[in-house]
Every structure is written in C-alpha cells, then in structure tokens.
C-alpha cells in the first residue's frame, strides 16, 4: 500500500506560477511510477504529466507542454508539479497517482492522493 498526499493547490492569477508536491509513504516509493491527473468539473480526469521510477522518462499531456513541469526526489519520498503561465482552463482538481507501470491511462495508477485544488482567476 501506498498513502499519497497532495500539497501546494491554491488560488493564482492567470500567467502565475503554482507549484505542488506530492508526498508518499508506505511500500518504497521508488518503485512506482507517479502521475499527476486533473479533473475539472464536468470533465474527465486527464494526464497533465507522468514520471517513471527512476525519473528517465516522462509523460507530458499536451494541454501543458512547455509551462509544466515534473521531478522527483525518491530519498524524501516526493514528487513535484511545477506549474508555469497558468491560465484559467488549468483551474482543476489535481491528483497524484502512483502504478507499477508508467502510463498516461489514469486508470493504470493504484494509489491515488485526496486531490488538491487549483483555480486560476482571469
């Protein structure tokens, strides 16, 4: 089992900076792969970026291309989202996620943290 928290949601003015951390406890960490996921109201969850276990590979969901951000840090047990040039279409609930493979699916990810809500104003 792995227990997921979410840090860092908040609300910021569009083009402001964001960044939240996702930390882990439970079965090594380091293992699994990490996903962060958004939803919006009405929408379905979606990708926003994915790292592998060692951090060598990553998924980037293209709605963020070139204003996030995604590492990693398996000796403190922590994943980081960095979140540039937000815009009003970002604003969502965001989830960490950890699974045995990395994939854009969410529905591959095990373990899921409680979310954490970002709103961008206009």
């Known amino acids: 089992q792995v227990q997921l928290v979410e840090f860092g949601g908040g609300l910021v003015q569009a083009g402001g900076s964001l960044r939240l951390s996702c930390e882990a406890s439970?079965?090594?960490?380091?293992?699994?792969?990490v996903g962060w996921f958004r939803q919006a109201p009405g929408k379905e969850r979606e990708l926003v970026l994915a790292?592998?276990?060692?951090?060598?590979?990553?998924y980037v969901g293209e709605s963020v291309k070139d204003r996030f951000s995604i590492s990693r840090d398996n000796a403190k047990n922590t994943v980081n989202l960095q979140m540039n040039s937000l815009k009003p279409e970002d604003t969502a609930v965001y989830y960490c996620?950890?699974?045995?493979?990395?994939?854009?699916?969410?529905?591959?990810?095990?373990?899921w943290g409680q979310g954490t809500q970002v709103t961008v104003s206009s």
């Open positions: 996620a950890a699974g045995s493979t990395l994939d854009p699916n969410p529905r591959q990810y095990s373990y």
């Open positions: 439970g079965r090594t960490f380091s293992n699994y792969a």
């Open positions: 790292i592998s276990w060692s951090g060598s590979t990553t």
